[in-house]
Nanobody, 127 residues
C-alpha cells in the first residue's frame, strides 16, 4: 500500500524554524520526484518546493527562496523541508506529493503533475 506521511508541523513564532518530513511506504523514493505544497484557509494550494529523483535538482517558489530547503534521504525513504525565518504568511497545511517522471532531472511546481499525496501537516506561525 503506497503511502506518504508528513510530520513535523506545529506552532512556531515568527522567525522560527521547523523541519517537515515526508516518509514514504509502499514505494521507493529513489524513483520519484517529490513536491511540497501548502494550502492556507481560503486560498488555493500552491507549490513551495520540489526535488528531482536524480542529481537533487530543486525548485523553490519565490516567496520561500532563501528560507526553505528541500532535501532527500533515499536510505530513510524520506524527503525533508527545512523551514527557516518563518513568517505569518507561511502558515498553512503542508503536503508532500510524489510522481514517477519519465525524466530523471525534473520535478514539478504544479499539483496536477503529482500522483500520490500525503494527508498534510499543519504549520502555524504566530506570536
Amino acid at each position: 500500500q503506497l503511502q506518504l506521511v508528513e510530520s513535523g508541523g506545529g506552532l512556531v513564532q515568527p522567525g522560527g524554524s521547523l523541519r517537515l518530513s515526508c516518509a514514504a511506504s509502499g514505494l521507493t523514493l529513489d524513483y520519484y520526484a517529490i513536491g511540497w505544497f501548502r494550502q492556507a484557509p481560503g486560498k488555493e494550494r500552491e507549490g513551495v518546493s520540489c526535488i528531482s529523483r536524480r542529481d537533487n535538482r530543486q525548485w523553490y517558489a519565490d516567496s520561500v527562496k532563501g528560507r526553505f530547503t528541500i532535501s532527500r534521504d533515499n536510505v530513510r525513504n524520506t524527503v525533508y523541508l527545512q523551514l527557516n525565518s518563518l513568517k505569518p504568511e507561511d502558515a498553512a497545511v503542508y503536503y508532500c506529493a510524489a510522481v514517477r517522471p519519465s525524466l530523471d532531472y525534473v520535478c514539478y511546481s504544479i499539483s496536477e503533475r503529482y500522483d500520490y499525496w500525503g494527508q498534510g501537516t499543519q504549520v502555524t506561525v504566530s506570536s
